[in-house]
C-alpha cells in the first residue's frame, strides 16, 4: 500500500527519511555527503514522485522503493497466473 509521504508529520517524515539513508549505505563516489544531503535527495525524490513509502501488510513494515518497482497486489496476483 503506498502512503502518501505528505500525509505524515514532518518529525516521523524525517525519521522514515534517515532511518532509510543509514540503512542504506550508497556509496556516492569520490564525494562524500553528509546524513542532511542524502536527506534532503530522498525528499526530492518522494516530491517528484520517482520514489514511494510503501507499506507491507505482510511484514508489517514501512519502506522507500522507487516507483518502477512498487508493483500492487493486483498485478503480482496476475503475474503469478500468468
Known amino acids: 500500500m503506498i502512503i502518501p ?3 505524515l508529520d514532518t ?3 524525517n525519521s522514515v527519511i534517515e532511518a532509510f539513508v543509514l540503512r542504506e549505505g550508497t ?6 555527503r ?3 544531503q542524502k536527506v534532503d535527495d530522498v525528499r526530492r525524490q518522494l516530491k517528484s ?3 514511494l513509502l510503501v507499506w ?4 508489517e513494515t514501512l519502506n522507500i522503493m522507487p516507483k518502477g518497482q512498487f508493483r500492487t497486489g493486483e498485478e503480482e496476483r496476475q503475474d ?3
Open 5 to 7: 509521504w505528505q500525509e
Open 11 to 13: 518529525e516521523i517524515l
Open 27 to 32: 556509496d556516492y563516489g569520490e564525494q562524500e
Open 34 to 36: 553528509s546524513l542532511e
Open 49 to 51: 514522485g520517482d520514489i
Open 56 to 59: 507491507s501488510e505482510l511484514h
Open 80 to 82: 503469478d497466473w500468468g
